[in-house]
């Protein structure tokens, strides 16, 4: 193969972190550009590292400089309000609608597997896409606050709540979907997600998603037994 210019990490690397706040690490990229012709656009080189990028791990995949990654004490819940500077890419774990009951929450989930959404009170067939998830997500918006388990690059995990609508967050988002933190407000311990300080990169890492949908509703009917049981043993 023939060999890629000079220079040509350092352009992608420049355009991921100043359209997307994406820094990937120097290894990946170079091992990214192995795999592509000589003659490829730079755009559309940039359009295929985005691509995997929000496919892929961000522990394995970006650079954990402080600023780019949660400072080491973000869950400490003595700190009763600070401001994150930004932007910080994070990736979604978990998510829980708050505003349901566990067994509400498995009906939501079956609702999905059959291919079924809610508007507003009304059952809706949705229609199939390309990006598994995208119209459950918008369909199933109407629930909330989200609570979501986020991590950084470095590893570090913690809480996320709206303080208000989020586009894209929701029961059937993506997991392993990336968002972009700046000016982010954390309270004892706890990310305040809003509009203005939370955007969605989109994404999803395919073995977390699927252990996740595996795994979510037998958790909850679990839940749900052990505190039946619970409530039958202390009457």
Known sequence: MTSLPSGLASQIAHQLKSTKSLEPT?????????????????????STALFRLLASD??????????AC????ICNVNIKERRLAGPIV?????VDDMSKSRWEQVEAIEALERGEGTKGREIIRLPPTEDEGSASTSVQKGGGPHKLLLQDAQGLRMYGIELKDVEGVALGMNIGCKL?????????GVLLLEPRTTSLLGGKIEPLHKAWKDNRKRDLKAAIQDSSGSARAGG
């Open 26 to 46: 120097a290894t990946w990229l170079a091992t990214f550009l192995r795999t592509q012709k000589s003659t490829t656009p730079l755009q559309a080189l940039v």
């Open 58 to 67: 961000i522990t394995q995949t970006l650079e954990r400089t402080a600023n």
């Open 70 to 73: 949660l400072p080491p004490d």
């Open 90 to 94: 994070v990736q979604v774990l978990g």
């Open 180 to 188: 972009v933190l700046g000016g982010t407000l954390v309270a004892r």
